[in-house]
């Protein structure tokens, strides 16, 4: 093995999951060094920084989430990129892996063809900091719908919001239906799916702008939308990685980039969470939606995701026997920055028929009431 070879410590004190990553990496042309204990690993670590740490999160005395927060803590190990590994699938305890610091997280058992490609990505994304930060400068704005609750209404708002903010500016827009399970903006926008994201997941490493250019389809309104699988069993292919990757072609590719996001916490969810430059909260003046709308303020919170990104949409505000606007604000400890009456009969008309009512209907109060939302994106400067 040459003596350039990038160096990857592993720290875990299961000598079989130690000799299995052992092997994997060195059959792919990296150098290891190994821990059993979180002590031994951040000795290693200060004299020695590797390229990248996986580690462990259950070890013998100092468990993975204090040796990731040591690492980070100490000027010479800090900037290392962490992968985490553990056999726990809660959301908790993916939240409490990054809240320690770490740039990833796989859970075990894990397919061993996973290692090197988790590896690479988090060396590329290392080693070229200066040259995302540029990117970033010439990517699309990343725009989040997410419901308190499924049946909020916030599918509907999203497609009509995009469609309306093409109008507006012009400018390329694609339109993401991320709720891989239930996602129907499809048949919102009469779009058969011909092509869907499960087009973009059959080989992660030929994936370019190119190939996510034939697979968009075109709009009549001028979007681009990439729908959601046909095939629901087979959500399961989709994964955090290929979000990410999929997303970072689509800022490339557009001006601004809509998203649909499943109601839920999954990692794919959180990965788009946490990479939105406007997360539009859509709520009801119900006790359940309201419950969930403050439990995600809280993991909003968590993460570090900056409450200024989010906007709360009270939607059906004038309803007879919802809670009041005032009380919903306060319920939430966050301002209501856009009220939504509810379109009664010709919104769900235009949603059965596949024609959203911005473009059936522009004069409409529905159609109305969403440019301001769209005025208020539109003004906000590129990240």
Known sequence: MSSNAIRVLVVDDDPAITELLRLILIREGFAVSTAASGE???TQAVSQPPALAILDVKLPGMNGYTVCRRLRQNPSTRAIPILMLTSKSEIGDKIAGFEAGADDYLLKPFEPEEIPYRIKNLLVRARE?????VDAARRGQVIVFFGAKGGVGKTTIAANFTIALRKHTGKAIA???ADF?????G???NLPPSRTVLDLVKDIALLDREVVEHVLLSHPSGIRVLLSPLQRERVELITVEHVRRILELLQ???DYVVIDCHSTYDEPTLEILERADHIFLVVTPEVGPLVNAGSFLELAQRLDVDRGKINVILNRANSDVGILPSEVARSLNHPIA?????GGRPVVQSVNRGTPIILAQPTHPFSQQILP???YIAKRPSA
Do not use: T
């Open 252 to 254: 490339e590719l557009h």
């Open 129 to 133: 900091p200066e040259a995302a930060q």
């Open 187 to 189: 048949l919102q926008l």
């Open 175 to 177: 339109l993401f239906d």
């Open 181 to 185: 399970s239930f996602g129907d903006l």
């Open 338 to 342: 856009f009220r939504l009456v509810s």
């Open 373 to 375: 939302m769209v005025e």
């Open 40 to 42: 031994i690993a951040l």
